[in-house]
C-alpha cells in the first residue's frame, strides 16, 4: 500500500475496498436469511407450539357434585359458589417471592402453598389449586394485588355445603382435596390435583356418581397470566343426585334426644330395610371438615375424647346385654332346648362351679317360662338355657340374625362386632373354651359384641316375621345426564330358620315387654310398641346405686323395639352409652322416635296389610337452581 | 473515478429508488408499530409520534442533503465536542430506563444523544482520514482511535452496549476503506486476541447485572428462560412461530398479548417476522439490502475521499445495525440493545437514521454537481 497521504488520488482505492463491505454485506445477509428460514421453517412448528403454549392456558372446570336429598326430597347436601386460587407454575417469575406474597396475604403457612404447588402431575401449565372458599376479602385482596401477582388466578367454583349443619353428619359425611396417595390409584386416574372427592359417609360411597366429571376450558392469557378469552369450552358434567332413605325430620329428632350424650339411634323400616334415621352422638359439622384444616384443628378433632367422627350407629361394638335374649329365645326354642312351657326356677343367682352369677332381680322372678322370661328380662333363665344349648348353638342363631357380620349398608368402614364360638375363641385367642363363659355370652355379656345397626336389623328380622332385609341408605340415583332416576330395590338377605310360631311368641312376649315388663316407660297411647331392653356392664364391680358410679364407669342403656306391633313399619335400636338401664334412659327414646314416626307417616302404620302398602308419596323435590 | 458514466436519467440526483425504499421501510415500521401498540388506549398513540419523527427526520434529511457534505464535516470537531458534552450531560442528569441512563428529556420528549454520536463520529472520521496524509499507523490507527475513545467510554459508562459496538463498527470500517496493512491488521489482531481476557475482564465488570445475565442467558438459552433469557427465547417463539407466511396483521400472538417484551422498539423485527412470515422476512431483508446496495454505490461514486469515506461510514453503520438488530431478535448474538433502522420507534434514532441518508444522497449530488 502507498504511503502518501490521503487524497483525491487514492480515491480509486478507498472506492475498490468497498467490495470487501459489498461482499461482506452479501454474506450476513445470506446468514440472517439461513437463520431465519431455520427458525422460521424448519423449527417453525416447534415455535408454533409454544407461542400456542405460551397463550393458552388450560384451566380446569370443576363439576357440579350432585345434590343430596333426604326420602321425602328435602336437600341435604348441595353446592354454593365460591372462591377459588389458582396458580400456573408457568407464568410464575419467581415462585419463592409469589409462595411469601400469598402466604402473607393469604395468612397460610408458606409450606403449605409450597407442597401445593409441588402435588400432581402435569406440566407448569397445569394450574395449581392452592386454596378455596376464599373469603371475599381475601378474593378482592389478591384481584387489587393482581399486576404483582402473575400465574394467580381467582375461579369462582361450586363448593358443597350442608344446610342443615351436623344433622346427619355421619352419614352424609364430608369432602375434601384428593390426596396425594388417592391420586396414584385407579379409582382416582381422571382427577388431579385439588379436585374434590367425598372423604366420609355417602359422600365417599358413592363418590363416583356424585362426583361428576371435569370440563375444560383453554383461556388465552397474555404475558402477565391474565385472562383474555375463552378459547374451547368442554362442559363440566355435574354429579347424579342421591335419594337417601332417611327421613331427615326423624334423623333431627334422633340426634336432639340423644343431646349431649354419646350413643346412637338407628330406626327402620324391616320391610325395605330403609333406614329411616340414624344417629350417631357426638357429631361434627361436615361444613368445617369439608374447608381445608390446619393440622391443629385435625388433631383437636381426632383426639377429641367423644370421637366424634366415630359413626356410633355403626362402628360402635357394645355388649348386646338383655337385648340378646332375643335371639337367645329363637336359639332356645328352635334347637329345642326348651319348649315355650318349660320353666326355670329363679331365686337371684345361677350358680357354675364356685361362682355365682346373679339375676338384675336381687330376690330373683321366681318360677319364669320363656314369655315371661322376656318380659321381665329374666337372667337366671337365660343363664340356663345357655348353659344348656352351649355357645356354638347360640352362635349359629346370631350369625342367623345378621350379628358379627357386616350389615352391607352403603357406608365406609362398618364394623362387625364379635359373635364367639368355641372356633372363634381359638382363632381369636388361642385358646379353649370355657363353659362359663357361655353363661355371660347368654345374656349378651362377655366377649359378645354388637352394632346398633346390626340391632336395628335384628329386632327388624324379628318385626318382618323372620325376613332379613338389607339394611339401605340410598334410596335412587338420580342420573342428570340420562334424565332417569335409577331405583335401588330392597334386597332380602335371606330368612331366618326360626317357626313362625316362635317368631309369633317372641313377638308376642316383646309387646308385654311395653305394657307390662321392664320397658313400660316405653308404652305409647299412639301406636303399639314391642320392644327388649338391655343394660351392658362396661365395669367387672359395680357397687351401690348408679347415681354413685363415674358416668364413664356407667352401664350403656339399650332399648330395642318396632311397631306397630301388628304390622310392624319401624324398628328402632338406642344405645345410650353411660346411661344406665335400658327401661329408664333408652327406652323413652325410642318411643319418641316411633311416636314421630307415626305422627309422620300415619298412613305407613294404619294397619293396612303387610306387602299392600302404599308408599308415602314424597313431598316435590326441593327445586334449587345447581351452583 | 469522477469521469464515470453518469446515470441516464441523471438529471436527477434525488435518486427515487433510494427514496422509495426508505420510504417502504418506514412504512413497515409505522405498520409494525401500529399493530403492536394499537390495543393501547392512549392519546398520542406510538404510531402517531412515529410519523411524527418521521416528518422531523424528513427535514433533517432535506438539511443534510441541501448543505454542502464540506461544510456539514467541517463542523465535525465542534458537534462531537458538544456530543461528548451531551453523553456527560446524560451521565449526569439522564432519564433513567431499565437501568440505562440514556435520555436528556426536553418537554415530554426524551433525547438520546448516543444515537446522534453514531453519525458525528462518522464525520469526524471521514474528516479525519480526508485530511491527515498517510503516514504510518500512529497517524491511521491510534490517533483517531484516541479520537474514538472519549465518546465511546462514555457510552459504555451509561451503558449503551449497543451504541458502543457500532462506534467501534464504524471504526473499523474506516480503518478498513483507509487500507490498513496486512502487518499492522495482524498485529492489532494478535494484540487484540492477547489483551482480549483483560479487556474482557474491564468490560464484564463494567456491565451492569442485566446486561451480564443476558450475555449468560445467550452462551446458555435455557439459563432461566422466565428471566434474563426470557426476551431472547420470546423472541425466538415469536419468530419462529411465523412460520413461512405468518400469523397475519394485528394477529401475533406473542406480541399482541405481550410476551415479547419492547415489541415496539428494538423487538419490532420480531413482530413483523410473527406476522408476515419468513416471506415477509424475505421482503424486509431484500429491501434492506436494496437500500445498502443503493449506498454502496454512492460511496463507490463519491467524487473525493471524503464523499466516499462518509458514505461508507454511514453504510457501515446502517448495515451493522440492521444485522446485529435482527441478529440479536434471531438468538444469534447477545441482546444489546440496537434499534432497527427505519423500523423500530424512536425519534433519536428515525432523525439520525433519515439525517444519515441524507448526507448519503448529499454525496451523490455533488458527485453529479460536477457537471451542472
Known amino acids: 500500500m502507498a504511503s502518501a497521504g490521503f487524497n483525491d488520488s487514492d480515491l480509486l482505492d478507498l472506492q475498490r475496498r468497498l467490495v470487501i463491505l459489498r461482499v461482506g454485506l452479501l454474506l450476513v445477509v445470506a446468514l440472517l436469511a439461513l437463520r431465519l428460514w431455520h427458525l422460521q421453517i424448519r423449527e417453525g412448528p416447534y415455535y408454533r407450539d409454544l407461542s400456542e403454549n405460551n397463550r393458552t392456558r388450560s384451566v380446569v372446570l370443576e363439576p357440579a357434585r350432585g345434590l343430596i336429598f333426604d326420602r321425602n326430597g328435602v336437600l341435604l347436601a348441595n353446592n354454593v359458589p365460591s372462591f377459588t386460587l389458582y396458580v400456573t407454575l408457568e407464568d410464575v417469575k419467581d415462585s419463592q417471592a409469589l409462595v411469601a406474597q400469598l402466604a402473607s396475604l393469604l395468612n397460610l403457612d408458606s409450606d403449605v402453598i409450597q407442597k401445593k404447588l409441588s402435588i400432581g402431575k402435569g406440566s407448569k401449565l397445569q394450574p395449581r389449586k392452592i386454596k378455596d372458599r376464599l373469603t371475599l376479602r381475601e378474593a378482592t385482596l389478591i384481584e387489587s394485588h393482581r399486576l404483582d401477582l402473575p400465574g394467580v388466578m381467582i375461579q369462582v367454583e361450586s363448593q358443597r355445603n350442608y344446610p342443615g349443619g351436623a344433622v346427619a353428619a355421619h352419614l352424609l359425611g364430608y369432602v375434601g382435596e384428593v390426596s396425594a396417595d388417592q391420586l396414584e390409584k385407579a379409582e382416582f386416574a381422571d382427577l388431579h390435583q385439588g379436585s374434590i372427592v367425598g372423604q366420609y359417609g355417602v359422600e365417599k360411597t358413592f363418590d363416583r356418581q356424585v362426583r361428576g366429571r371435569a370440563g375444560q376450558k383453554s383461556v388465552e392469557v397474555d404475558a402477565l397470566g391474565h385472562e383474555k378469552r375463552a378459547v374451547v369450552a368442554e362442559r363440566p358434567v355435574a354429579g347424579d343426585d342421591l335419594y337417601l ?272 315388663g321392664t320397658a313400660t316407660r316405653a308404652k305409647s297411647p299412639l301406636v303399639t310398641i314391642a320392644g327388649k331392653t338391655g343394660t351392658a356392664q362396661t365395669a367387672a364391680l359395680r357397687t351401690g346405686p348408679e347415681k354413685d358410679i363415674p358416668k364413664k364407669l356407667r352401664d350403656h342403656a339399650w332399648f330395642v323395639a318396632f311397631a306397630p306391633v301388628e304390622a310392624p313399619r319401624i324398628a328402632v335400636a338406642v344405645l345410650a352409652e353411660h346411661m344406665g338401664h335400658g327401661g329408664s334412659a333408652a327406652a323413652p327414646l325410642a318411643k319418641d322416635v316411633i311416636e314421630a314416626y307415626v305422627k309422620a307417616y300415619p298412613q305407613a302404620v294404619g294397619g293396612a296389610p303387610a306387602g299392600n302398602r302404599t308408599k308415602v308419596p314424597a313431598p316435590a323435590v326441593e327445586a334449587r337452581p345447581r351452583a | 473515478m469522477i469521469d464515470r458514466v453518469i446515470d441516464s436519467r441523471g438529471l436527477d440526483s434525488f435518486d427515487l429508488r433510494f427514496i422509495g425504499l426508505i420510504a417502504v421501510i418506514l412504512s413497515v415500521g409505522v405498520l409494525s408499530i401500529y399493530s403492536v401498540t394499537h390495543s393501547q388506549d392512549t392519546a398520542f398513540p406510538f404510531y402517531l409520534k412515529q410519523l411524527v419523527w418521521i416528518l422531523l427526520g424528513t427535514a433533517a434529511f432535506l438539511v443534510m442533503y441541501l448543505s454542502d457534505y464540506h461544510k456539514i464535516a467541517r463542523l465535525a470537531y465542534p458537534t462531537y465536542a458538544v456530543i ?242 435482527i441478529g440479536m431478535t434471531a438468538g444469534m448474538f447477545p441482546i444489546v440493545g440496537i434499534p432497527l433502522p427505519l423500523v423500530s420507534y424512536g425519534g433519536s434514532a428515525t432523525i439520525m437514521t433519515m439525517a444519515s441518508l441524507g448526507l448519503l444522497l448529499n454525496v451523490k449530488r455533488r458527485r453529479l454537481s460536477l457537471f451542472y
Open chain 1, 245 to 516: 332413605t332417611i327421613d331427615i325430620r326423624l334423623q333431627k329428632i334422633s340426634e336432639d334426644l340423644l343431646g349431649e350424650e354419646s350413643g346412637a339411634i338407628v330406626a327402620l323400616d324391616p320391610t325395605t330395610g330403609d333406614i329411616l334415621a340414624m344417629a350417631s352422638r357426638p357429631g361434627f359439622d361436615p361444613n368445617v371438615l369439608s374447608k381445608e384444616l390446619t393440622n391443629k384443628q385435625w388433631v383437636e378433632i381426632v383426639q377429641n375424647e367423644g370421637r366424634p367422627l366415630n359413626n356410633r350407629a355403626m362402628q360402635g361394638q357394645y355388649p348386646p346385654g338383655s337385648t340378646f335374649k332375643v335371639v337367645m329365645a329363637a336359639a332356645a326354642l328352635e334347637s329345642n332346648t326348651v319348649a315355650p312351657s318349660t320353666t326355670v326356677r329363679c331365686n337371684g343367682g345361677y350358680q357354675f362351679g364356685n361362682r355365682l352369677f346373679r339375676d338384675w332381680k336381687a330376690g330373683g322372678h321366681g318360677s319364669v317360662d320363656m314369655n315371661e322370661a322376656l318380659i321381665h328380662s329374666c337372667d337366671v333363665y337365660f343363664y340356663t338355657v345357655g348353659q344348656r344349648m352351649g355357645i356354638d348353638t347360640i352362635a349359629e342363631y346370631a350369625k342367623q340374625f345378621g350379628l358379627g357380620q357386616e350389615t352391607g349398608i352403603e357406608l365406609p368402614s362398618e364394623r362387625v362386632g364379635i359373635v364367639p364360638s368355641t372356633a372363634w375363641k381359638q382363632k381369636a385367642r388361642n385358646q379353649p373354651w370355657y363353659p362359663g363363659e357361655t353363661i355371660s355370652a347368654a345374656i349378651g355379656q362377655g366377649y359378645v359384641t354388637v352394632t346398633p345397626l346390626q340391632m336395628a336389623s335384628v329386632i327388624g328380622t324379628v318385626a318382618n316375621d323372620g325376613v332379613a332385609v338389607r339394611p339401605r341408605l340410598v334410596q335412587a340415583v338420580m342420573n342428570r345426564a340420562a334424565g332417569e332416576r335409577v331405583e335401588f330395590p330392597p334386597t332380602v338377605r335371606g330368612k331366618v330358620a326360626v317357626k313362625p310360631a316362635t317368631l309369633a311368641l317372641i313377638k308376642s312376649a316383646l309387646a308385654d315387654v311395653v305394657t307390662k
Open chain 2, 84 to 325: 461528548l458534552i451531551l453523553l456527560a450531560v446524560v451521565l449526569v442528569m439522564g432519564k433513567s430506563s431499565r437501568g440505562a441512563q440514556r435520555w436528556i428529556p426536553i418537554g415530554p420528549f426524551a433525547f438520546q444523544p448516543s444515537e446522534f454520536a453514531k453519525l458525528v463520529l462518522v464525520l469526524v472520521l471521514a474528516n479525519y482520514y480526508s485530511r491527515v496524509p498517510r503516514v504510518g499507523w500512529l497517524q491511521r490507527v491510534v490517533l483517531p482511535g484516541l479520537i474514538v475513545l472519549p465518546g465511546l467510554l462514555l457510552i459504555l459508562k451509561q451503558p449503551d452496549l449497543g451504541s458502543g459496538l457500532s462506534f467501534l463498527a464504524v471504526y473499523a470500517a474506516m480503518l478498513l476503506m483507509v487500507g490498513v496493512r496486512s502487518k499492522a491488521l495482524g498485529i492489532i489482531l494478535l494484540l487484540s486476541v492477547m489483551l482480549f481476557p483483560f479487556v474482557w475482564e474491564m468490560v464484564w465488570a463494567s456491565l451492569h447485572d442485566y446486561q451480564r445475565q443476558r450475555v449468560m442467558a445467550f452462551v446458555d438459552p435455557d439459563y432461566d428462560p422466565g428471566g434474563k433469557g426470557y426476551h431472547a427465547l420470546q423472541s425466538k417463539i415469536a419468530i419462529g412461530s411465523g412460520e413461512l407466511s405468518g400469523k397475519g396483521l394485528y394477529g401475533g400472538t406473542q406480541s399482541q398479548l405481550k410476551f415479547l417484551p419492547e415489541g415496539h422498539t428494538d423487538f419490532v423485527f420480531a413482530v413483523y417476522a410473527e406476522e408476515w412470515g419468513f416471506v415477509g422476512v424475505l421482503v424486509l431483508l431484500a429491501l434492506f439490502m436494496a437500500l445498502i446496495w443503493v449506498s454502496l454505490e454512492i460511496a463507490a461514486r463519491a467524487k473525493d475521499t471524503l464523499g466516499a469515506l462518509l458514505a461508507a461510514g454511514i453504510v457501515a453503520m446502517l448495515c451493522f445495525c440492521v444485522v446485529v438488530n
